[in-house]
């Protein structure tokens, strides 16, 4: 028996004799595995129940909560599959699990004008849920300044990886670039807005919507929680939404919220539009390889090369720097030479230990 198959038959041991499950006893029809990035999920049939069963494989107990916390909430608006139980101490199982009703649905496709005014709906329901109903702050920040000290804090590591002669030549486009950005977002941080922290999905991908009798369903809840709104909308419209005219964007904001919010909402998310993309690129540069051999060395490089790509793309639009193509090729190959031999260290480091 692989281990796979070891692992199924434990869970469904586990239903046939929880009580407090709809399931116990239950004559179990149908069991389907369901993809999963990191976590293990089937889609588990009876005469009278068809739900999800998620197992979570890599997260801390808080993680596990937080889905089942925010997701329950989020069904209470209709905008996310029923919650059914969770159990962070499974008898005979070795991780926490949770089960919710399964939902059947098409993939979101936000080319379809319809499916990206669908997404402003559900996200102002989600948004409006009142503060104090929630327990768990997202794990991404939850204000423009706890974004921009995220940000001081890789600028510094920036400056001490130039010091060392470790990152150059990307950083003299870094640098240059995060004094652009402080330069238009101040005047933003200068104010000293407090923005009121709302329900956030927190991981809004399109594999994490679905679209049910035209109504937009929201699935893994792991990253939800206290957050910007703004944050939110701005990942939307950078990932999920890029190619929405200015125009259709106002429209989407319409529906989003009334003229007075989406007055004060819209230059919120324009600051966030340079916050983002940059923090993503700082992310990019000081990450460490942990690849383990020279083909998978290869691979990460390969598709980080990718992610750099998108976020040059980004942080040169959002901060109106002009790049010429020699200048883009530099680029390129410094970030590429910057994972080879970021592989190179960790792997000396590797065999020395």
Known sequence: ??????????????????????????????????????????????????????????????????????????????????????DRYPAGLSHQ???????????????????????????AAVHARHPADQTRLSPHPVSLHYQWSLIQGSKRLVEEGVERGGISPLSDFVLEALSRAETMVRPKLDKNELTTPALVHGDLQLCHCLKVDGDIQLLDWEMGGLGDPAREICHLFLHLLPDLTPRERAEWLGLYADPAEALDLAPRVRTYEVLLPLASLLDLILLPSTAQDALA?????????????????????????????????????????????????????????
């Not at 796979?4 to 116990?24: E, K």
């Not at 089960?99 to 496709?109: A, Q, S």
């Not at 109106?320 to 390129?332: F, I, K, Q, S």
Request: aromatic share 8%; net charge negative.
């Open 1 to 86: 028996m692989s281990s796979d198959q070891g692992r199924i038959q434990t869970v469904l041991a586990y239903l046939a004799n929880s009580p407090d499950l709809d399931l116990a006893g239950a004559e179990i029809t149908t069991v389907e595995e369901l993809s999963g990035d990191h976590n293990a999920l089937w889609r588990i049939q009876t005469a009278q129940r068809d739900v999800v069963l998620k197992m979570f494989l890599d997260a801390g107990q808080a993680r596990g909560r937080r889905q089942f916390t925010n997701q329950d909430s989020a069904a209470r608006i209709g905008v996310a599959p029923q919650t059914i139980a969770f």
């Open 97 to 123: 699990i949770m089960l919710y009703e399964w939902c059947p649905g098409l993939p979101l496709n936000p080319t379809l004008r319809e499916d990206a005014m669908g997404l402003a709906i559900a996200l």
């Open 297 to 353: 060395a290869a691979e990460e490089c390969q598709l980080l090369q990718f992610a750099f790509g998108l976020c040059l793309d980004h942080v040169t639009a959002a901060l109106d720097m002009n790049l010429g193509p020699r200048d883009r090729a530099e680029l390129d190959d410094a970030y590429r030479s910057l994972r080879q031999n970021r592989y190179t260290q960790w792997e000396t480091k590797e065999t020395a230990a």
